[in-house]
Each structure stands twice: as C-alpha cells, then as structure tokens.
C-alpha cells in the first residue's frame, strides 16, 4: 500500500515528488502575507515543486501572556483565502479547538493539529469529521509509532487521509533534538511523512519570554530528514525573522529558502 494523501492536485507520499509546507507562522498582515507568497510562486515555477501555503490564523501556544496571538480569526483567514485565490496555493493551518476546525475547513485544504494537542482525543475527532485531509504533528513528548493510534482517531472519524510530521523532541531544559529514525518508523505507520526543518531548531523560552532558536540547524536537518525519506519538508519562512511577531528565533530567511530547495531536490534526485 503505497503511504499518499491528495490535496487538490498535490500527491503527497511514496513515489511523488518532495512537497513542501512553505509559510510565515502567523499572519501578520496582508503586506507580509503577499510577499512571502509571491516569493513562493516564483520558487514554484522555477523548481517545478509542489507548495502548499501555510500559516496561522492564531499562535495559541505563546510562552509570554505579552506574546502576539494574531490579527484575529476571521481576518486571517480571509487574508489566507485571498492568498490562496490570487496564487493558487492550497492552504494548511493550525486549528486549536474543536470549534475552530469545521470554520478553518471552509476555508484550507488541510487542518495541523499542534504538536501539544496531538493526543486531545475531541480535536482529532473534530478534524477527521471535516472531510479535509489532517497533519498530525508529533508531541515533544510522543514516540514516533505511538503516532500511528493518532492517525487512526482521525481516519475513524471521516478524513479522507492523514500526515504525520516529526519536529523534535524535547530534551533536558530548552532544547530540542530530532532523531531520524522517527521518519523511517512513522511512515511504516501507513501514512506520508513530513519534516518540520524550523521548529525542530526551537529552543522553548530561549529567548527570555519568548521561544529562542537556532536557524543555522534549518539547512543540515531538512537535508538529512530528506535523505532519511520524509515526504515533505515543513518551513516556516519570513522576508526578516528578526521583527517577526511569532517564531523571530526559527524562521528562515525567504531570501535563503531558494538554496535550499536546490540542496534539497538534488539530495531527492540522488535516491531516486
């Protein structure tokens, strides 16, 4: 059975080419929103790639009761929406309860469940129920194969297919460390499998009141999460990471992001 899931004419999994989940982390606002997608259709058409936008509506995950949440709800996805008519792109963003999940889905093509909330048994079952295919992002604290009973909650409930994407797992005191061979275990799970290349390099409170980073690990780790297999690779990217309001300390940079498409594509080319 080959591991693959379709959103629109996007085949993520075995046998298709490396997808990739691009986006800032939240919207900010239209301006930014713009040209960060506009940046990415011409990476789209330049390495002949499939790109699904991505960004939130909401960060409900913040460290500082100070941290920005967002523009608000309807807004964003309104803004999200334009992106996706204008460019072409579909959507994914997080959804955060079950509430948000059946308004989201009007709008993108695929629901993220947060790492944290990944075992709230009520989400994955409101998500599954949408009809929309779901990424599952793999706690912190979660072993890769236990993901497989996360993707069942959400397949039983009516979603046409399931993702599952390694980020790291926590380790000791701010700090995260990714192990490899999540991507081999979970895609033996029967379902596509995603790297998340930006906040795998999270330092959780690193920055004082806000989550650190360290994005010189971005390039090393998306090249050998491809060369482990993954069938996607997740990159949050923004023109100036510095003045983001969500993320500053993970994001990559989106005039480095070409780069690394091209070291990345070959590595794919190499295992073909």
């Known amino acids: 059975m080959k591991n693959i899931v379709c959103i629109q004419d996007i085949v993520i999994g075995d046998g298709y080419p490396l997808a990739f989940l691009l986006g800032p982390c939240v919207v900010e606002g239209r301006e930014m929103l713009f040209t960060v997608a506009k940046k990415l259709l011409t990476l789209k058409k330049q390495y002949d790639i499939p790109i699904v936008f991505k960004s939130s509506y909401k960060k409900a995950n913040r460290t500082s009761d100070t941290s920005f949440i967002g523009i608000g709800m309807d807004e964003a996805l309104k803004m999200m929406e334009t992106v996706k008519n204008e460019f072409g792109f579909p959507l994914i963003t997080d959804v955060h309860t079950e509430q948000e999940c059946g308004i ?14 990944c075992r709230q048994t009520e989400l994955l079952r409101a998500a599954g129920r949408t009809g929309k295919p779901v990424n599952i992002k793999k706690g912190q604290f979660m072993a890769p194969e ?9 397949i039983a409930a009516g979603s046409p297919g399931v993702i599952l994407t390694e980020r790291g797992t926590t380790f000791g005191y701010e700090d995260l460390v990714v192990d490899m061979r999540s991507i081999p275990i979970m895609k033996s799970t029967g379902h596509p ?14 920055a004082s009141n806000a989550t650190g980073g360290r994005p ?55 295992l073909a």
Do not use: N, W
């Open 216 to 270: 010189q690990f971005i390039a090393p780790l998306a090249k050998a999460a491809v060369a482990a297999g993954c069938d996607a690779l997740f990159i949050e990217t923004h023109p100036d990471p510095p003045s983001a309001k969500s993320d500053a300390g993970s994001q990559l940079v989106l005039d480095k992001l070409q780069y690394l498409i091209k070291e990345v594509l070959l590595i794919r080319d190499a």
């Open 193 to 206: 499998v995603v790297f998340d290349a930006t906040h795998s390099v999270q330092v959780p409170g690193g």
């Open 104 to 117: 989201a889905a009007e709008v993108v093509d695929i629901l993220q469940i947060p790492a944290f909330l």
């Open 146 to 154: 236990k993901m497989k009973f996360q993707a069942e909650k959400v």
